[in-house]
Structures are given as structure tokens and as C-alpha cells.
């Protein structure tokens, strides 16, 4: 059941309109405990870890779906709020987890997260959806996150790639990214100085991008959870995408459920 909604009207339309809004101290209670489970994560990371290693660079480390396996990240999932946060930015009767993904980005890594959008990477249709981007350590405005207001409204999904530059999906024609970084006061970007316990919330098709950490003293880890709202559906990316839960048995346009999907919020 879902109490009232812990985030003001001005927050809620922001997201809404812009696509994306930051969220100060909602989660510094657990910030301690999300550090101990990547700990535990980069001790013994999964199939599914995702690490990059650029030639004379730090290292970026990455793993995704582990909720069931570390316990920190569990009772953060299950215990936090969440569920509630998300339906309220997303006005969701219901707010149902997708999935989570650990990103630390050690000092001197040189690889640049590029502009893309994560709703063509991703398994689920829906007309609500919200990412979490919660740091763990300080990040300074060079190393934050950079989202493109009001870029999930454009109508479009440009074509994924991945880092090193080639399309995911073979024969993809849709839509490439814009050179946003060739003109960037064509845009309205958001990014801010962060402190643990604060989040970064955007939508799925939010564009965002980060740069790499070759100024940094200290590491950048960050743990994402990614949620769904009303009539959340399954879509078939042919066990590509990220994650691929190339697992699951749902059929596409089938209703997004199963044990990897709980119900984290409800309205009364």
C-alpha cells in the first residue's frame, strides 16, 4: 500500500515536463550498506558484470541484476522508499521494479558514458518509467550526470550503440543520436554537484551522458535501480539489450511480471 506522496507538486510536474529532476538526501540511511553490497558485488561479481579496462586508463566497473544475491541491495529494494518515490514522480497506481546496475568509475578512468537514451536498450514498453542514479561518494559537477531536459518527449528512440561505437540491433535504421556536445547551448542540461544520499531521477527515454573521471580523486560508485509504473510491457530485443534477461519466458507485448519484476508500491 502507498502512503502519501513524500515529493512536493513542484518535483512531480518537474519530472514530468523535464524528464528528469535530482532529489536531495532521500537515501542517505542506506548510503553505508549500498557501499558494503558493492563490496560484496566486486569480490564476486556476476555473469552479467560488464567491466571496461581502456588502454592506460583506471578501470570502469559494471554488473547489473543483482538484487537477489546481495543482500544490501535487497533490503535497500524492498525496505527503502523507493517504491513510493517512483510511483509518485511517475503517477503510477503501481511502481514495479526492473532491474538494478552498479557502475564505479575508479579515478583516471577515461572512458566517457556517451549521450544515449536507455529506453531503446531495454526490455519493457511502458508510458511510465524512472531510473535512479544514486551516488555513493561525492561527485564533483565535472563528474556528474548530464541529462537533456525534456528529451524524453522528443517522440523519438535513437539507435542504440554501444561503447565502441557500433550498433547494438544488426540492420537498425532508426533515428542516430544528435551531436549534443557540438552545440550544447541548444540544450537544457541538468547536472549538479551530489552527495550520498542524493539521486538523479529520469525517465527512460531522458538522453544522458557522463564524462570520464581523469580529474577525480576519489572513485565514483553508483548504484542505479530502474522502475516501471502502469501497463508496463514485456518487449522481445532478441536476449540483446542491457540487461538481456535472456531467461525470461514472456512473450512481447505480454505484461511485464515474475519474481524479477516485484511490486515495490500500490496505491490505496
Known sequence: ??????????????????????????????????REGIDRLMASPSPL???YQPTNSAPFFQDLC?????????????????GVLAASLMGAREARFFHDHVLV??????????????RPYYCVSGPQSVSFWIP?????????LQC????HR?????????F?????????????MPDIDADRSAYRIVSAVMEPGDAVAFDFGTVHGAAATLGAVTRRRVFSARLVGDNACFADRGGKGSPPFSHLTLQDGEKLTGPDFPVLATAA
Open 1 to 34: 500500500m502507498m502512503s502519501a506522496s513524500p515529493l512536493s507538486s513542484e518535483l512531480v510536474n518537474a519530472f514530468r515536463d523535464d524528464g528528469v529532476v535530482i532529489l536531495r538526501g532521500v537515501f542517505t540511511p542506506w548510503i553505508e550498506s549500498l
Open 49 to 51: 558484470e560488464r567491466s
Open 66 to 82: 543483482n538484487w537477489q544475491r546481495i543482500p544490501e541491495f535487497r533490503a535497500f529494494i524492498e525496505d527503502s522508499s523507493l
Open 105 to 118: 568509475k575508479e579515478p583516471g578512468t577515461s572512458l566517457v558514458t556517451p549521450w544515449h537514451q536507455d
Open 136 to 144: 555513493l561518494d561525492p561527485v564533483p559537477q565535472a563528474n556528474a
Open 148 to 151: 537533456v531536459a525534456g528529451s
Open 154 to 162: 522528443w517522440g523519438v528512440d535513437h539507435k542504440p550503440m554501444r
Open 164 to 176: 565502441d561505437g557500433t550498433p547494438l540491433y544488426a540492420g537498425d535504421d532508426s533515428t542516430p
